[in-house]
Nanobody
Framework: QVQLVESGGGSVQAGGSLTLSCAAS????????MAWFRQAPGKERERVAV???????TYADSVKDRFTISKDNAKNQLFLQMDDLKPEDSAMYYC??????????????????????WGQGTQVTASS
């Protein structure tokens, strides 16, 4: 069973940057769709970005050109570089893995129910 541990959240001024990291317990995760989700109070959990087994990426429109998802297969790590943060980006951020092989972005679901492995979450706050 894959275990995921996030780090790197915090509080910044609007326009600032943060980098989130997610450490996976085994290297099989590299073949899965890996995603960052976020959930703000009173809102549904939404997929922010996903990276597939072949390294292809997909972003939510709200973060496109500001966030970058990447992974280091050798170190079993997933990253989310967040630039130009806005107050509306404030939320709890989670890394997640689908648990089945997903080589291409089209194989990756945006439905959080399809992701079976989750980290504990890390809080991101951007204040104006």
């Amino acid at each position: 069973q894959v275990q995921l541990v996030e780090s790197g959240g915090g509080s910044v001024q609007a326009g600032g940057s943060l980098t989130l990291s997610c450490a996976a317990s085994e290297d099989t995760y590299s073949r899965y769709c890996m995603a960052w989700f976020r959930q703000a109070p009173g809102k549904e959990r939404e997929r922010v970005a996903v990276i597939s087994g072949d390294g292809g990426t997909t972003y939510a429109d709200s973060v496109k050109d500001r966030f970058t998802i990447s992974k280091d297969n050798a170190k079993n790590q997933l990253f989310l570089q967040m630039d130009d943060l806005k107050p509306e980006d404030s939320a709890m951020y989670y890394c997640a893995a689908e648990g089945t092989v997903g080589w291409f972005p089209r194989d990756c679901s945006s439905d959080p129910r399809e992701y079976i492995y989750w980290g504990q979450g890390t809080q991101v706050t951007a204040s104006s």
